[in-house]
């Protein structure tokens, strides 16, 4: 990754405050579904014994950005598997409230490096090929809240 200057890091402290701002409303519309979830396990609602759910994150490029083939600007793509860190306490994850920042790897910078990255911007610019300049270049992201029920039933005779 390349050195950011200083009007740079401010940019990417506003993304971050847009990304923390996404990732409560993601949190909170996947907490409501855990406590769904959750009491139809309780409740062994038809045949429930447990569930999962994972968040699928799809982050898009603006449309000036040059791409090989035509992928609608997809530039990173991952899913969390979230029913843990809801169940646990200092579980890292979406909305934990932890410094997932981890720029001095390549910048000694105060200023960046006393910033609280989320967790979204870590995930984009952590294991991706991503350069700094595609991340300013995001525009879109969409995510899956993907609910998955595990149930069971007994037919022995």
Not at 15 to 37: C, P
Not at 104 to 130: A, T
Request: overall charge negative; hydrophobic content about 35%.
């Amino acid at each position: 990754m390349r050195q950011l200057n200083r009007q740079e890091i401010q940019r990417l402290g506003i993304f971050n405050d847009k990304l923390k701002l996404l990732e409560e409303k993601i949190y909170n519309l996947a907490l409501e579904q855990n406590q769904i979830a959750l009491q139809k396990v309780l409740d062994k609602e038809n045949d429930t014994y447990d569930y999962n759910i994972d968040i699928t994150y799809y982050v898009h490029g603006n449309e000036y950005m040059w791409f090989e083939d035509d992928d609608d600007h997809l530039l990173a793509t991952w899913t969390d598997r979230i029913k843990e860190l809801m169940m646990k306490e200092n579980c890292s994850g979406i909305n934990d409230g932890f410094s997932h920042n981890i720029t001095s790897i390549w910048q000694k910078d105060k200023e960046l490096n006393l910033q609280k990255h989320c967790w979204i911007l870590h995930s984009i610019y952590e294991p991706f090929p991503l350069d700094w300049d595609d991340i300013f270049m995001i525009d879109k992201i969409y995510y899956i809240i993907d609910i998955r029920y595990d149930c069971l039933v007994n037919i022995s005779a």
